[in-house]
């Protein structure tokens, strides 16, 4: 498990009412459940903090092939002065998916090995998405992308973060031709800039459009739907307790 | 055949509306404008089961300078909506325009902001048909019910007085809430 | 300036014969070219094929640079039937989100729904507890969309290039496929049938009959459909040779589908990555290599009379199953969906038996019913990916849940968008007529492409 940050651990065998001041320093992200807020709520979960949990970590042995694919990832890194640690941020494998957390810098010469070397070989680019968490400070944006290789018969993602005041993630269109259409609409849906895209611009919403849509912090965007004499507010305005 | 053993002294008496209806009626070409899943239902219903060349409307006019109704089949997204408008004042007049499905006539189930709720936002629509996507059949009900609507249509003056009367009905009718009885103060779901 | 052949050439060697020579030792197509439109002084002239047009294969806007007949550049301006349905998706339940995400591709609805609906299985950690009955249906139901699809892609590939009678006999074939899914879902298309858990209902009776009725005149009807297309010679002057796209560029381009069994390679992720029981059913996988528009259609046709070999498989396999109560939707209350259909004297309701369950026998039932239909079911946290071969390519949802009962993020991988990056490369250089088969090759739904 990755340490997360928080004051050192004082040193008095452990015990577990220590071991949970760790957990204290980490962010509060939801307070109260159902929704209801101020003296509304009468669930008397108002004072309930949940707190972040710290960043999924996995640590080898992954299982099944990503420890050759890790194995060889690392191996392919090496020449090149690279270190497996120094691009790979953290591993994850979970419900039988691996995904690597690359660093932005080395974004590209980590696909570049994954496409040319030959015991990695995925040579199938399968798409960019990106997924906004407006939560995580630093690494707000996340652009993902899904490898495949048809030699080894494999599948990894790979997922890189960037800040919302710095969304510059390096485009792998140099590696992945494929990849030009896919970083277009991640752009125009998250605001995500693709440094080194040939023709980096709108492809789904209209060319002079403002805002990035698919972001939290757009609105959904619809209107009150009137039927029958009352007004039902669109999907993103109306109550909710989960 | 029919119609002309019937008439008595081999004379038939219309009026040159009735004609006008009659023929504008029967040979609708349809700019279809397929967008997105009812254009696959309308391309079904131009198919040999539900046979719209019946109507003498499987000759569907792909330049809008021949085309009589616009049938505006499927989801129309803010990118489309200027292209609808410029094809839609490339058609000559007379004109009409189907809005097929709930997502042309309102948005449907889209109601977001990539959509347009209701193409009739765009163009005057004359005939909302809902569904999603609606049944061939249903479509064809849509278009014996404008093909009635085609045939009163009347001409020149008494034209402008049945648009000035129709407009006058839709600005008269009450409110949905007024209708229902329903007070409109805070009462939202 | 000349391009030299060979080193050591002059400009006098070039101009000795009459007319400007061009020699073309390799890698100088650009130079040459340039040389030429330089010197000719020609007009090349931009056309747009706008977004209405009959031969777009949907709405597509295609800005084509042309010279004479001659198309130089290929663009490809897509959105305009950009529905924002991913965004939706976030503000409904994770059952609810199956009828959104079921509208994007609009000719395969069902491997929509397969797609999300197997990623957030894979999330619930269930992926091994749907009932075989379900996993059956599902498999049936995919084919059927498969030969639907198929026939949707090539009915309109005819129309685009004039031939009305293989638009109409391709509508005629999907109206019997049609009529199948209106009397198995109850809708003739975008059926939300697909549920995370199962499908929404079981077979109806004499579903498997009227299956099986199709299967004994769809060999005939599709023989008949072949021996009017594949051996035309109008057809095949106007696809054989025409938008090539070698192993190579498919690779390049992360072209998948029968694009890529077109080129010759046969990947096909029901056989390599096979999930839903694939690996359990008999057939082949379709390959051809001539890397054409006549390939893939052959890859098509092929894959058409497969996928009735595999519905035969799945039609068996549910009339061998005679098991009463044998379920449709996972058997964990808080997961499966609670409400049962049945057909009363006032059409298609909730059935009577599952009322009196919930209301007088049972009040944990009562409560999973209403959880379940008003919050839904909370996904655990992470990320998933299941793609599925779909008709037109690799077909894969990549959801992402915060562990609430919203999904956190859908996004779907359609492979019609990807494979429109590749009409460049097929256009370009070719004839204008022919952007027209080139396209219909790839077999584009511009719902899948736009969402």
């Known amino acids: 498990m990755s340490e997360p940050e928080g004051p050192p651990a004082e040193d008095n065998g452990g015990l577990p009412a220590r071991l949970g001041e760790q957990r204290l320093t980490a962010s509060v992200v939801q307070t109260g459940m159902f929704g209801a807020e101020g003296t509304g709520d009468t669930s008397g979960y108002g004072r309930?903090?949940?707190?972040?949990?710290?960043?999924?970590?996995?640590?080898?042995?992954?299982?099944?092939?990503?420890?050759?694919?890790?194995?060889?990832?690392?191996?392919?890194?090496?020449?090149?002065?690279?270190?497996?640690?120094?691009?790979?941020?953290?591993?994850?494998?979970?419900?039988?998916?691996?995904?690597?957390?690359?660093?932005?810098?080395?974004?590209?010469?980590?696909?570049?090995?994954?496409?040319?070397?030959?015991?990695?070989?995925?040579?199938?680019?399968?798409?960019?998405?990106?997924?906004?968490?407006?939560?995580?400070?630093?690494?707000?944006?996340?652009?993902?992308?899904?490898?495949?290789?048809?030699?080894?018969?494999?599948r990894i993602r790979l997922e890189v973060g960037a800040p919302d005041a710095d969304p510059h993630i390096p485009s792998l269109t140099g590696v992945y031709p494929a990849s030009n259409w896919h970083e277009r609409e991640t752009w125009d849906f998250f605001g995500i800039v693709f440094d080194g895209h040939p023709a980096l611009t709108r492809i789904e919403m209209p060319d002079d459009w403002r805002g990035h849509p698919q972001r939290k912090d757009y609105p959904l965007g619809g209107i009150p739907v009137e039927y029958r004499g009352t007004k039902v507010p669109p999907p993103d305005e109306r109550r909710s307790y989960t | 055949m029919g119609i002309e053993e019937k008439l008595p002294s081999g004379v038939l008496l219309t009026s040159v509306e009735k004609l006008a209806g009659w023929a504008r009626a029967r040979s609708v070409w349809p700019a279809t404008f397929g967008l997105a899943c009812c254009a696959i239902e309308l391309m079904q219903t131009g198919g040999p089961r539900h046979d719209l060349a019946r109507f003498g409307m499987e000759k569907t006019g792909?330049?809008?300078?021949?085309?009589?109704?616009?049938?505006?089949?499927?989801?129309?997204?803010?990118?489309?909506?200027?292209?609808?408008?410029?094809?839609?004042?490339?058609?000559?007049?007379?004109?009409?325009?189907?809005?097929?499905?709930?997502?042309?006539?309102?948005?449907?189930?889209?109601?977001?902001?990539?959509?347009?709720?209701?193409?009739?936002?765009?163009?005057?629509?004359?005939?909302?048909?809902?569904?999603?996507?609606?049944?061939?059949?249903?479509?064809?009900?849509?278009i014996l019910k404008l093909h009635d609507k085609i045939m009163n249509m009347k001409l020149g003056p008494d034209r402008d007085q049945q648009i000035t009367e129709l407009e006058q009905a839709r600005l008269d009718m009450l409110p949905l809430h007024v209708t229902a009885g329903i007070d409109d103060s805070g009462s939202e779901l | 300036m000349t391009p030299h052949a060979t080193p050591g050439a002059t400009d006098a060697d070039a101009d000795a014969t009459e007319g400007r020579v061009y020699n073309v030792a390799g890698q100088d197509w650009d130079e040459v070219i340039a040389d030429v439109r330089d010197l000719s002084g020609s007009e090349q002239v931009v056309v747009n094929m706008g977004p209405q047009h009959p031969s777009t294969h949907g709405v597509l806007r295609?800005?084509?640079?042309?010279?004479?007949?001659?198309?130089?550049?290929?663009?490809?301006?897509?959105?305009?039937?950009?529905?924002?349905?991913?965004?939706?998706?976030?503000?409904?339940?994770?059952?609810?989100?199956?009828?959104?995400?079921?509208?994007?591709?609009?000719?395969?609805?069902?491997?929509?729904?397969?797609?999300?609906?197997?990623?957030?299985?894979?999330?619930?950690?269930?992926?091994?507890?749907?009932?075989?009955?379900?996993?059956?249906?599902?498999?049936?139901?995919?084919?059927?969309?498969?030969?639907?699809?198929?026939?949707?892609?090539?009915?309109?590939?005819?129309?685009?290039?004039?031939?009305?009678?293989?638009?109409?006999?391709?509508?005629?074939?999907?109206?019997?496929?049609?009529?199948?899914?209106?009397?198995?879902?109850?809708?003739?298309?975008?059926?939300?049938?697909?549920?995370?858990?199962?499908?929404?209902?079981?077979?109806?009776a004499g579903g498997l009959e009227a299956i099986r009725?199709?299967?004994?005149?769809?060999?005939?009807?599709?023989?008949?459909?072949?021996?009017?297309?594949?051996?035309?010679?109008?057809?095949?002057?106007?696809?054989?040779?025409?938008?090539?796209?070698?192993?190579?560029?498919?690779?390049?381009?992360?072209?998948?589908?029968?694009?890529?069994?077109?080129?010759?390679?046969?990947?096909?992720?029901?056989?390599?990555?096979?999930?839903?029981?694939?690996?359990?059913?008999?057939f082949d996988v379709p390959t051809v290599d001539t890397c054409d528009t006549y390939g893939r259609y052959l890859v098509r046709m092929e894959e058409i009379e497969q996928s009735l070999r595999i519905v035969e498989q799945a039609v068996d396999r549910l009339a061998d199953r005679t098991a009463p109560n044998d379920p449709w939707m996972i058997q964990d209350k808080k997961i499966g969906w609670p409400a049962r259909l049945s057909l009363g004297p006032d059409g298609l309701?909730?059935?009577?038996?599952?009322?009196?369950?919930?209301?007088?026998?049972?009040?944990?039932?009562?409560?999973?019913?209403?959880?379940?239909?008003?919050?839904?079911?909370?996904?655990?946290?992470?990320?998933?990916?299941?793609?599925?071969?779909?008709?037109?390519?690799?077909?894969?949802?990549?959801?992402?849940?915060?562990?609430?009962?919203?999904?956190?993020?859908?996004?779907?991988?359609?492979?019609?968008?990807?494979?429109?990056?590749?009409?460049?490369?097929?256009?370009?250089?070719?004839?204008?007529?022919?952007?027209?088969?080139?396209?219909?090759?790839?077999?584009?739904?511009?719902?899948?492409?736009?969402?």
């Open chain 1, 48 to 154: 309930l903090q949940v707190r972040k949990p710290p960043p999924l970590s996995s640590e080898p042995p992954y299982g099944g092939y990503f420890d050759a694919v890790a194995q060889a990832l690392g191996n392919a890194l090496e020449p090149a002065g690279l270190g497996f640690s120094d691009a790979i941020e953290r591993v994850v494998v979970e419900y039988g998916e691996i995904t690597f957390h690359v660093r932005r810098e080395r974004l590209v010469e980590v696909a570049d090995k994954l496409l040319h070397d030959p015991a990695l070989r995925f040579e199938i680019f399968s798409g960019v998405s990106g997924v906004h968490y407006p939560d995580e400070a630093g690494r707000e944006l996340r652009a993902v992308y899904h490898l495949l290789s048809i030699t080894h018969n494999r």
């Open chain 2, 62 to 142: 792909a330049t809008p300078r021949q085309a009589d109704l616009m049938i505006v089949a499927g989801r129309v997204s803010q990118k489309m909506a200027p292209v609808l408008r410029q094809i839609y004042d490339q058609m000559p007049e007379p004109k009409w325009v189907i809005s097929m499905g709930v997502c042309a006539s309102s948005g449907g189930m889209f109601n977001n902001y990539a959509i347009v709720q209701g193409v009739d936002h765009i163009v005057p629509v004359d005939i909302y048909l809902p569904g999603c996507p609606p049944r061939p059949e249903m479509l064809m009900d849509s």
């Open chain 3, 62 to 204: 295609l800005i084509l640079t042309l010279e004479g007949e001659t198309v130089t550049e290929a663009r490809a301006s897509i959105g305009y039937l950009h529905t924002g349905i991913e965004k939706n998706i976030e503000y409904r339940t994770w059952t609810q989100g199956t009828t959104f995400i079921t509208r994007a591709d609009y000719l395969m609805p069902f491997f929509n729904e397969a797609a999300y609906c197997l990623s957030a299985e894979r999330l619930l950690g269930i992926e091994d507890k749907i009932p075989e009955r379900a996993q059956i249906m599902r498999v049936l139901l995919l084919e059927l969309n498969r030969i639907s699809s198929h026939l949707g892609g090539i009915g309109p590939f005819g129309f685009e290039l004039g031939a009305t009678t293989i638009f109409l006999q391709g509508v005629r074939l999907r109206e019997n496929i049609l009529d199948l899914f209106e009397l198995i879902t109850g809708l003739r298309m975008n059926h939300g049938f697909f549920r995370p858990g199962g499908v929404a209902q079981d077979m109806p």
């Open chain 3, 213 to 282: 009725d199709f299967l004994r005149e769809a060999p005939r009807l599709v023989h008949d459909f072949r021996t009017l297309v594949d051996a035309n010679p109008i057809f095949i002057a106007r696809t054989k040779g025409i938008a090539y796209l070698d192993l190579q560029a498919c690779m390049a381009l992360g072209v998948t589908g029968p694009m890529l069994r077109a080129a010759g390679l046969p990947w096909d992720l029901r056989k390599s990555q096979p999930c839903l029981g694939y690996e359990s059913y008999e």
């Open chain 3, 349 to 451: 309701g909730p059935s009577p038996e599952h009322i009196a369950h919930i209301m007088g026998q049972s009040m944990e039932a009562l409560i999973h019913h209403f959880k379940l239909v008003t919050e839904g079911f909370r996904v655990p946290a992470g990320q998933a990916y299941v793609p599925i071969e779909s008709p037109k390519g690799e077909l894969g949802c990549h959801v992402v849940s915060d562990g609430g009962t919203r999904p956190y993020r859908a996004h779907l991988r359609d492979p019609s968008f990807h494979h429109m990056q590749a009409i460049s490369v097929l256009c370009e250089g070719g004839l204008l007529a022919d952007v027209i088969p080139a396209i219909a090759s790839i077999d584009p739904v511009l719902g899948g492409v736009d969402r």
